[in-house]
């Protein structure tokens, strides 16, 4: 076959595939504009549907063996998401037990979950895969960098994954709190790129010297200790990450203290180049508000309190300009005997909308509670009281709730809002860094070794999936992310042969 006949043949494979996504576009304007007529009598508050319980000292599919909680026990929703192209499921595990202090390959899990079509009740959770987080050949590790390197100072494979995107094309965004940093992977794993961090978010001492593991006070500006990027989201058309710090900078606060501030940075990232783009305020519910929550006042939160003990665990873009981002306090069950025992005071989803909020990236909040004169924190508005739910309905409210994902359309047009919780692998450090199982059943503790067996009655503490139902206008405009395209000559191919068509290669 000569060239023009080749030319014209490619040129109507160009025009039906171009047919075929008006047709497409067509189609779905057209369901959309049923799914939205059958929507006007959709529920107008967001509502729990079940509670999937997961239990303690499940294992992953890492192949190892040995009598220790870091080896592949499973550890999930540091961060949750869902890939509705393929319907399945991605969750991190952070950087293991011991809080930095044993080694632990950092990684991701894969994993399908039935979910209702009719009521969004979720069940029958199956993991899929477990995929380490490696460059070169070398894993990341959940070590801090003095463990890990030697030196405080020196970031290496340390990573401390608390956020989590995926790309289009399939690979994955993993943000970081020790860093803070923001990496990019491929799908099985291998390290990419890393993207620039912000010069005003390193921490480092008052020589300027760069310290990722001591907080105040030898750190005296940048991100707080153990308070880095916790959320990671990427925007519908794939060309921005957001990230959220978990709290403010640790000079960022009234007398350079960040703990009493609440504006923490929400920090924009352009995907081609790496490069940070904007950073906005984002307000954490103030502690007054809180305060007023909690039953008398001997279990308040104090000033000190308000920009360490209240937090951001994770984010997830609605559209390009409009985001949930969960919030909580530090308290409920979890490892910390402490924080289980106090009366919580937030656990909680807002809406925000960048619009109109300040770039403030060139500027600093050193020495002050206030916004400077100008400046416009992101607006936030309410979604979901999660803790007020549960209390109503008599459940046990954990403290780590750090998942967040926009799971499947349901068939009223509703759709199910997936919160996990962070168990800590229910292991606590003793003494001299040992680590010990954490047995309870909410009211009773027990510490036991590792693997040795809890009491009768007090199982290891279990990860919870919470699905909610939330109508399409509580949502708003929601855009589910890009989808990655069909490869050229299989859509070509594809058309041709519904066409009739047979493309056979000419013989050299």
């Known amino acids: 076959?000569?060239?023009?006949?080749?030319?014209?043949?490619?040129?109507?494979?160009?025009?039906?595939?171009?047919?075929?996504?008006?047709?497409?576009?067509?189609?779905?304007?057209?369901?959309?504009?049923?799914?939205?007529?059958?929507?006007?009598?959709?529920?107008?508050?967001?509502?729990?549907?079940?509670?999937?319980?997961?239990?303690?000292?499940?294992?992953?599919?890492?192949?190892?063996?040995?009598?220790?909680?870091?080896?592949?026990?499973?550890g999930l929703f540091s961060d949750l998401y869902y890939d509705r192209h393929k319907n399945v499921y991605y969750s991190l595990a952070d950087r293991g037990p011991g809080s930095g202090v044993i080694p632990y390959q950092t990684r991701v899990q894969k994993f399908t979950?039935?979910?209702?079509?009719?009521?969004?009740?979720?069940?029958?959770?199956?993991?899929?895969?477990?995929?380490?987080?490696?460059?070169?050949?070398?894993?990341?590790?959940?070590?801090?960098?003095?463990?890990?390197?030697?030196?405080?100072?020196?970031?290496?494979?340390?990573?401390?994954?608390?956020?989590?995107?995926?790309?289009?094309?399939?690979?994955?965004?993993?943000?970081?709190?020790?860093?803070?940093?923001?990496?990019?992977?491929?799908?099985?794993?291998?390290?990419?790129?890393?993207?620039?961090?912000?010069?005003?978010?390193?921490?480092?001492?008052?020589?300027?010297?760069?310290?990722?593991?001591?907080?105040?006070?030898?750190?005296?500006?940048?991100?707080?200790?153990?308070r880095g990027f916790e959320g990671l989201t990427l925007s519908p058309d794939g060309t921005k990450l957001f990230t959220l710090l978990q709290d403010p900078l640790v000079n960022e606060g009234a007398s350079n203290e960040g703990r009493r501030s609440r504006n923490l940075r929400l920090i924009e990232f352009d995907t081609a180049t790496g490069q940070s783009t904007a950073q906005y305020i984002y307000q954490v519910e103030a502690i007054a508000d809180i305060n007023a929550r909690i039953p008398g006042t001997d279990n308040d939160f104090s000033a000190t309190q308000q920009g360490r003990n209240i937090g951001i665990s994770a984010i997830t873009a609605l559209n390009n300009n409009e985001f949930l981002v969960l919030e909580r306090d530090n308290r409920g069950l979890g490892e910390d005997a402490q924080t289980s025992a106090l009366p919580v005071g937030s656990k909680r989803v807002y809406k925000i909308n960048l619009a109109g909020a300040t770039n403030v990236s060139g500027i600093s909040l050193a020495g002050t509670n206030s916004l400077p004169s100008g400046v416009t924190a992101v607006n936030k508005s309410l979604f979901l009281d999660i803790a007020d739910i549960l209390k109503t309905q008599g459940q046990i409210i954990p403290e780590k709730m750090e998942g967040l994902a926009i799971g499947p359309q349901?068939?009223?047009?509703?759709?199910?809002?997936?919160?996990?919780?962070?168990?800590?692998?229910?292991?606590?450090?003793?003494?001299?860094?040992?680590?010990?199982?954490?047995?309870?059943?909410?009211?009773?503790?027990?510490?036991?070794?590792?693997?040795?067996?809890?009491?009768?009655?007090?199982?290891?503490i279990p990860t919870y999936l919470y699905s909610f139902k939330a109508s399409s206008a509580e949502l708003g405009n929601f855009v589910p992310p890009q989808k990655v395209p069909e490869p050229t000559a299989t859509a070509g191919l594809a058309l041709l042969g519904l066409s009739g068509f047979w493309l056979k290669r000419p013989k050299r």
């Open 113 to 226: 979950l039935d979910v209702n079509p009719t009521t969004g009740a979720i069940g029958n959770f199956n993991l899929l895969e477990t995929i380490l987080l490696t460059k070169d050949g070398s894993s990341f590790n959940g070590l801090n960098p003095r463990l890990l390197n030697g030196n405080a100072g020196t970031l290496g494979l340390s990573l401390d994954p608390e956020g989590l995107a995926i790309a289009a094309n399939g690979n994955f965004y993993v943000s970081d709190e020790y860093g803070p940093s923001v990496y990019e992977f491929s799908p099985n794993g291998s390290f990419i790129r890393a993207f620039q961090k912000p010069n005003n978010l390193l921490p480092k001492d008052s020589s300027g010297n760069l310290n990722y593991v001591d907080g105040r006070p030898t750190i005296t500006s940048g991100r707080q200790d153990n």
């Open 410 to 460: 349901l068939a009223d047009g509703s759709y199910a809002i997936l919160i996990g919780t962070d168990n800590d692998f229910s292991v606590t450090s003793g003494q001299g860094d040992q680590q010990l199982d954490v047995c309870t059943n909410g009211t009773t503790r027990t510490l036991v070794p590792i693997n040795s067996g809890c009491p009768a009655g007090q199982p290891l």
């Open 1 to 74: 076959m000569n060239g023009r006949y080749w030319e014209k043949l490619n040129s109507l494979v160009s025009n039906l595939l171009q047919l075929k996504h008006c047709v497409s576009g067509l189609g779905s304007l057209v369901a959309s504009a049923l799914l939205f007529a059958g929507n006007t009598n959709s529920a107008s508050a967001v509502s729990l549907v079940n509670t999937l319980t997961i239990p303690g000292g499940s294992t992953d599919l890492f192949p190892t063996s040995g009598n220790s909680a870091n080896v592949n026990r499973l």
